[in-house]
């Protein structure tokens, strides 16, 4: 790939464009522009009539970490960490200015507060164990997700799934978180430094959580801490959501595998808590009435049997 450090133009990439490849000569005709942060401009584009996203940057150095990021993700077997890579080159614009670019897998889904929104609390527990699980191995890799927010993750669907789809903030761990957003930063709100290590994730993933209960946010005060933990206290009802998200930012809890534990225990319980209620009325309506099979089958299909049944056959 072009090493030119050379100070280069703003990028101008137009809806309609196509993009082609400097050394592999490949052409992605731009649909729209999906994002653009500090380190680059993300476009969804289509290739082969397949759609793709391509991720274009000034800075050569960060398109080769990303890239070198999702080779490794690549390589752990039996897990899909982030978007699968496609293509790496460089782009020469009109003006002679060379930019490198990367291609990956396009994640087409929901945005997770809205997902929310539209299907019930029930499924947040229910993703956040597959996400946690998939942080877990991501830690076991050696690397801290870093810039993890609502912004950077969507629900796939078929199966539904919580994914993350931009790892321009991934962090070696013990080196200096390179990329992050104030609400999500653990050492914004003066919970701890800067540096990448598992809890720094947990910290944004319990922030995550936060930002589907406030979603335009809200501000630190004088007193970070506890501004927290009055806001957990009055937006979450469930004791035992609001107990761990308590532990997330407090750091007592430093492995994603534990918070997939806490949750999965959680929703079993809630489960086996719907069906005895289920159960007792499905008995009580058997002295009533002849019993029907077909309504014993609706009862026992509820949302949280269905979260149950989703887990057991997907996670």
């Not at 830690?139 to 199966?159: A, C, M, Q, W």
């Not at 903030?169 to 013990?174: D, I, M, V």
């Not at 595998?257 to 949750?263: A, N, T």
Request: proline content about 3%.
């Amino acid at each position: 790939m072009n090493t030119q450090t050379l100070k280069k133009p703003d990028i101008n990439i137009l809806k309609g464009q196509t993009i082609t490849g400097k050394w592999h000569k490949k052409k992605y005709y731009v649909v729209k522009e999906l994002g653009s942060g500090a380190i680059g401009t993300v476009y969804l584009c289509v290739y082969q009539n397949v759609q793709v996203a391509l991720k274009m940057s000034k800075q050569s150095h960060s398109i080769t970490s990303e890239v070198n990021v999702l080779k490794a993700f690549k390589k752990v077997q039996g897990h899909s960490l982030g978007p699968s890579l496609i293509d790496v080159d460089d782009y020469i614009s009109a003006n002679g200015h060379v930019y490198s670019f990367y291609v990956m897998e396009y994640i087409s889904g929901d945005d997770l507060p809205n997902f929310i929104n539209r299907n019930g609390q029930e499924w947040l527990f229910t993703l956040l164990i597959g996400f946690a699980k998939d942080l877990q191995t991501l830690h076991d890799e050696g690397y801290v997700f870093g810039d993890l927010k609502t912004d950077n993750l969507i629900v796939s669907r078929k199966p539904a799934r919580l994914r993350w789809v931009d790892v321009g903030g991934t962090t070696l761990q013990g080196r200096a978180i390179k990329e992050y957003t104030e609400f999500y930063d653990r050492a914004y709100w003066q919970m701890g430094s800067r540096k990448a290590d598992p809890g720094y994730d947990l910290f944004a993933l319990a922030m995550v959580i936060l930002r589907i209960y406030y979603p335009n946010g809200f501000s630190r005060g004088d007193n970070p801490r506890k501004t927290l933990q009055q806001k957990v206290q009055l937006a979450i009802r469930s004791q035992s959501l609001k107990q761990l998200v308590g532990k997330m930012l407090n750091g007592d809890i430093d492995k994603a595998d534990q918070v997939k534990d806490y949750l999965l225990q959680y929703v079993m319980k809630q489960n086996q808590q719907t069906q005895l209620r289920q159960k007792r009325l499905s008995q009580k309506n058997q002295q009533e009435t002849s019993f029907h099979p077909t309504l014993e089958v609706v009862s026992i299909l509820s949302i949280s049997g269905l979260c149950y049944i989703y887990m057991t056959l997907f996670l």
